[in-house]
């Protein structure tokens, strides 16, 4: 099975940085995603990570360290429409490449 | 435009009706995925079709059918719900369900069961 473990939430002023971190449990790893979610809208794709780095994108950034079971996304000068939930999902070395979803952390950002 | 679509977007229903939830996905995907996502509680897979052929299905209740007619339709029948139920219930698509592909999600299905 898997545990993946994301703060709740979160707050941040317009322009700032902000990271939302994610850890994970796994019987084996084969890859992380972070999805963003609108409140009433689809999940949609941020980033992929396989292996240990940062990966940047825009404004936003993935970093990964498998020996740690850690990720977290970096957003930087945030905007008011960043405020959303952010997805954490992992998928496992299993037969399965399905991955399993955390609880998404809802970030609101202030004026 | 996500390329998966889904209907109704709100649906009430009582614990004696049949009703059914619609995706289309419009992508040339193999996969096709239902979630079900309850307030605080992460995403829960529900069902998994790839080409036409179930290849998960997560425990979930029988009072919860799917059917998947082709690879860009995926209907998720539903009978006899309980208000536990309520939830708001997503569709997914991915090249394939193998590869570990992003999934491309519709805007999903609110339900309420009363």
């Known amino acids: 099975g898997q545990n993946i473990d994301q703060p709740t939430e979160m707050t941040a002023t317009e322009g700032a940085i902000v990271q939302i971190n994610c850890t994970y449990q796994t019987s084996g790893f084969n890859g992380l995603f972070w999805y963003q979610q609108h409140a009433g809208e689809a999940p949609t794709f941020l980033s992929y990570n396989v292996l240990d780095g940062l990966e940047e994108k825009g404004r936003f950034s993935s970093f990964l360290s498998r020996s740690k079971g850690y990720s977290y996304l970096l957003l930087k000068e945030l905007q008011m429409k960043d405020s959303a939930s952010y997805l954490c999902a992992v998928r496992d070395a299993g037969g399965s490449y399905i991955p399993t979803f955390g609880r998404g952390t809802s970030l609101i950002v202030h004026p | 435009e996500t390329g998966v679509t889904q209907t109704p977007r709100h649906l009430v229903m009582g614990m004696t009706n049949k009703k059914s939830l619609k995706c289309e996905q419009h992508l040339g995907h193999n996969a096709m995925y239902w979630y079900k996502q309850s307030a605080k509680k992460p995403l829960e897979l529900m069902f998994v079709?790839?080409?036409?052929?179930?290849?998960e299905n997560n425990s979930v209740p029988s009072r919860f059918s799917p059917e998947c007619p082709n690879s860009s339709h995926l209907f998720l029948h539903l009978h006899t719900l309980q208000p536990e139920d309520s939830a708001l219930y997503l569709c997914a698509s991915s090249q394939d369900s193998s590869s570990g592909d992003e999934q491309f999600f519709g805007p999903g299905t609110r339900l309420t069961v009363l």
């Open positions: 079709y790839s080409l036409e052929e179930r290849v």
